[in-house]
């Protein structure tokens, strides 16, 4: 079947680092979407990862190891307003538009 | 208008009510998607439409029905909901090509009482 795991929530402080883990279990793989939602609003893409390795975007990277089914999301210098929901998404196909299987989300509150 | 937008942000029907929820993308993107998103729960994809033509239907009851008359336009149109239909509706856009990232609406939230 069809599965990704992420924790449902985690609690970090303000300048710290923090570690968003994600692993799946899918019929077939066209990379791996890391999403930002806060409360209330639209998900919002922050990266993708179809090959193996680190991806570096400013305050955060994301990681992929296809062979494990796994990725992580690290959140650097954090601020009060990364306070939000992360959602790990793998999209299944190469074609007939990109189908996303989402996991639950991370609830993620970062405090003074 | 830029991105995705959805109307209205928020409806509250009753179970023998018809409503539409309604989608447009300013992207000029080529594929559309509806999502249900409820409390505690995954993001649940409902239907996909990749060139106006439906390519994807998770089992969804039939008293939701999409319409997609062209590329930038979507509607899931509504008729005797029930109570556990109450969740956000999402809609995104992405290209059919690439990392098929997607773009998401704000979301429609719907109560039905």
């Known amino acids: 079947g069809q599965n990704i795991d992420q924790p449902t929530e985690m609690t970090a402080t303000e300048g710290a680092i923090v570690q968003i883990n994600c692993t799946y279990q899918?019929?077939?793989?066209?990379?791996l979407f890391w999403y930002q939602q806060h409360a209330g609003e639209a998900p919002t893409f922050l990266s993708y990862n179809v090959l193996d390795g680190l991806e570096e975007k400013g305050r955060f990277s994301s990681f992929l190891s296809r062979s494990k089914g796994y990725s992580y999301l690290l959140l650097k210098e954090l601020q009060m307003k990364d306070s939000a929901s992360y959602l790990c998404a793998v999209s299944d196909s190469w074609n007939q538009g990109g189908k996303l299987i989402f996991g639950q989300g991370t609830e993620l509150s970062v405090k003074p | 208008e830029t991105g995705v937008t959805q109307t209205p942000r928020h409806l509250v029907m009753g179970m023998t009510n018809k409503k539409s929820l309604k989608c447009e993308q300013h992207?000029?993107?080529?594929?559309m998607y509806w999502y249900k998103q409820s409390a505690k729960k995954p993001l649940e994809l409902m239907f996909v439409y990749s060139l106006e033509e439906r390519v994807e239907n998770n089992s969804v009851p039939s008293r939701f029905s999409p319409e997609c008359p062209n590329s930038s336009h979507l509607f899931l149109h509504l008729h005797t909901l029930q109570p556990e239909d109450s969740a956000l509706y999402l809609c995104a856009s992405s290209h059919l090509t690439g990392g098929n990232e997607q773009y998401f609406g704000p979301g429609t939230r719907l109560t039905v009482t």
């Open positions: 899918t019929s077939g793989f066209n990379g």
């Open positions: 992207l000029g993107h080529n594929a």
